[in-house]
């Protein structure tokens, strides 16, 4: 995104030439002034209509107390230039014709001076709180699930303005799930496979609102201690931790991804905030279908 900045006309006159190395003969001069921020890039472009022959000239620092004589840092024909990393500061334009036979070229030009519109960030702080969730009320349990996504936030020294902006870049790093059961140990969740396992779910992009949504729609119904990693890089470095702990009582047959019946269980109790996804299947319940298949021709073998 790309803001346009406005010029003030400073005056339009005639000048036969200017101090410069480029070798342009112009004159039949309009000069514009800005004032620049500290370590700004823009983008200047001077677009002359057909039949003008224009340039473009930048000036800046104490010499431009006198512009008749002052030496512009840039002096080319008329097109689109980067100002990068200036100084804070007063700049001036000089938009010119170049001089063809024994006359300055004249016409109508547009310019433009533009600013990367950026987050403005300096040391972002990725803000995640742990959340415990229990399931005594499952309404009340899937809305903690969300309160607990939403409420991560980017803080620290950046422009407030645009901290929505920012915290579109920060992504899931990793899910470190350790069960209830005793003695069990930590592992790190293959994301990308469970997401392959919800039907519908699209691809897992590590997102703050994917991983929302696979709590949603299965996580939540496997108890235990869920440590999630988020990290940003663009437009600065930063990471943080959020635990979510899910109670025992929110396991169950929701937590079964092998019977049509334990699904059906599963879906009452999905809130309607994330109704855009189907329910929990896929290859889990297909497995679990074979392994019953098997077991069942293997105790009629043993029958006849």
Request: hydrophobic share 45%; with cysteine; glycine share 8%.
């Amino acid at each position: 995104m790309r803001m346009t900045m406005k010029l003030a006309v400073v005056a339009a006159v005639f000048v036969a030439g200017i101090a410069s190395d480029q070798g342009l003969d112009d004159g039949a001069d309009v000069w514009y002034k800005f004032n620049a921020a500290a370590n700004t890039s823009y983008t200047l472009k001077v677009a002359p209509e057909s039949g003008f022959a224009a340039t473009m000239a930048l000036f800046s620092g104490a010499s431009v107390g006198n512009l008749a004589t002052a030496v512009p840092s840039i002096h080319e024909v008329a097109g689109t230039k980067t100002l990068a990393s200036l100084a804070a500061g007063e700049y001036y334009v000089r938009v010119a014709g170049l001089k063809q036979g024994a006359a300055y070229s004249e016409g109508a030009f547009n310019i433009e001076l533009s600013a990367p519109v950026a987050p403005c960030v300096v040391a972002p702080v990725i803000n995640a709180a742990d959340a415990s969730i229990a399931c005594d009320d499952f309404a009340a349990a899937q809305d903690d699930v969300k309160a607990a996504f939403e409420g991560v936030s980017v803080g620290g020294e950046l422009c407030t303005a645009n901290a929505a902006d920012v915290l579109k870049n920060v992504r899931v790093k990793q899910i470190a799930y350790t069960s209830l059961k005793k003695g069990a140990t930590q592992e790190v969740l293959n994301l990308t496979e469970i997401a392959g396992k919800i039907k519908d779910f699209g691809e897992y992009d590590n997102s703050i609102a994917k991983t929302q949504k696979m709590f949603h729609y299965y996580l939540i119904f496997k108890p235990g201690d869920y440590v999630i990693t988020y990290e940003m890089s663009d437009p600065a470095a930063a990471t943080a931790e959020q635990v979510i702990s899910v109670a025992k009582n929110c396991g169950g047959c929701m937590g079964c991804l092998g019977c049509d019946s334990c699904a059906g269980c599963r879906d009452s109790r999905i809130p309607d905030y994330a109704d855009q996804l189907k329910r929990v299947i896929g290859d889990w319940l297909l497995v679990g279908l074979s392994i019953l298949v098997a077991m069942s021709w293997s105790a009629m073998r043993k029958t006849f």
